[in-house]
């Protein structure tokens, strides 16, 4: 057949019309897509898949892990800092035998990335864009890094955990990871014949002599040393398997309602769950010391069990614990003034049963944060 220039035209847009016309009855017939999961790009250190099905992958990194130094990286498909305070109670930290949660520090929220794309939320740091990863075909503004470099504990030495990512881990465009998953290692050195007994597990009264007297390496001298020794053979609190205690460390709102729980033996209840409180290690005896009335959140959706614990947050917790009673000899402080409404009454029943007091210079701090050592002996001076 013979085609002049200007007929080959027409044909050849005739064809290429049927084509998109080819295509688009074609598309017609196709499923609707779903939203695709977040996916984890790569891992480090180095681990090897042990398993995977429809609800879980599980992986195992291939070399021992400094107990002293545990350093872990994700690298995600999307970015997560908008979710991020969520996301880091996705995560937990326990023991393979599940005996032990070990407390990760997870920041306070909000979360604000700086100017370099960077998020620091106590043992955690993402990274949004930048500073390239060294993997093959990883572009440096498409990194969305996550680290976990433990500095609030250490682990025990010759033991094996397991690191989790829950299915609801999110990204900042609503994609989860759809799947749980973990990550199993193993920490270097040698066991220890006798470990301390799992702080998350016992719940024992107090003056119940069934532990050995604990030895730390940094109490000898200190002034809370009596009550420390008290409360951790009471198995209410525990020591760090470097043979210390920090005394002298912070203790979050979380750590403080746990030792409470195991101090007056409360048993687990459905109190009220927050939503920060979902996925956290302490969800337990959050929710124990909430049916009890002991504590109670900032609003109806979060208890903060992260944030660092004030010492009138202290007073009023330990107030509801004892069921204090109004007592006349309640100290006038010279800060009292300093002192929120809500907790004034149980700072005066505090102080007054001398549960609690002051500073040498007549001074409460009631916005200060209660040591290691300080809520150790306001719950040794409720047993007295």
Not at 76 to 83: C, M, Q, T
Not at 353 to 371: C, E, L
Request: glycine content about 6%; overall charge neutral.
């Amino acid at each position: 057949m013979y085609f002049t220039k200007a007929s080959g035209k027409r044909t050849y847009l005739v064809m290429v019309m049927a084509l998109f016309m080819l295509a688009a009855l074609l598309w017609l017939d196709l499923p609707v897509a779903q939203a695709e999961n977040m996916t984890i790009r790569w891992f480090e250190p180095e681990a090897t898949l042990i398993s995977s099905d429809d609800n879980s992958v599980s992986y195992k990194i291939n070399a021992p892990i400094d107990p002293d130094k545990v350093y872990l990286k994700w690298n995600f498909s999307n970015g997560l800092d908008r979710p991020l305070a969520d996301d880091l109670q996705c995560i937990t930290l326990k023991t393979k035998d599940e005996t032990t949660v070990i407390s990760l520090n997870k920041g306070t929220p909000p979360f604000k990335l700086d100017s370099q794309g960077v998020v620091v939320a106590g043992d955690f740091k993402y990274t949004k864009i930048g500073g390239g990863s060294g993997k093959t075909g990883d572009k440096s503004n498409e990194l969305r890094l996550l680290e976990l470099i433990l500095k609030s504990t250490s682990l025990q030495p010759g033991t094996t955990y397991i690191i989790e990512l829950a299915p609801g881990f999110q990204a900042n465009n609503g994609n989860t990871l759809g799947l749980t998953y973990s990550w199993e290692f193993t920490t270097s050195g040698k066991a220890p014949a006798e470990s301390l007994p799992p702080a998350q597990k016992e719940e024992v009264t107090p003056n119940t002599n069934t532990k050995p007297l604990p030895e730390f390496n940094d109490i000898k001298t200190h002034w809370a040393r009596t009550n420390i020794e008290k409360l951790v053979v009471a198995g209410a609190i525990s020591g760090y398997p470097n043979g210390s205690f920090k005394p002298d460390t912070t203790i979050t709102r979380a750590e403080f309602a746990t030792v409470l729980v195991r101090a007056f033996k409360l048993e687990a209840a459905n109190g009220k769950t927050f939503k920060d409180t979902v996925n956290h290690w302490a969800h337990n005896s959050i929710a124990a010391a909430a049916a009890a009335g002991i504590v109670s959140g900032y609003n109806a959706d979060t208890f903060a069990p992260d944030e660092l614990i004030t010492r009138e947050q202290m007073a009023v917790m330990i107030s509801k614990a004892v069921k204090l009673t109004v007592i006349e000899g309640g100290k006038n402080f010279s800060d009292e003034q300093h002192i929120a409404e809500w907790a004034r009454d149980a700072v005066n029943k505090a102080t007054g049963h001398k549960i609690m007091s002051g500073y040498p210079d007549n001074s409460f701090r009631p916005g200060a944060n209660a040591t290691r050592a300080e809520a150790v002996t306001v719950i040794a001076q409720a047993f007295r």
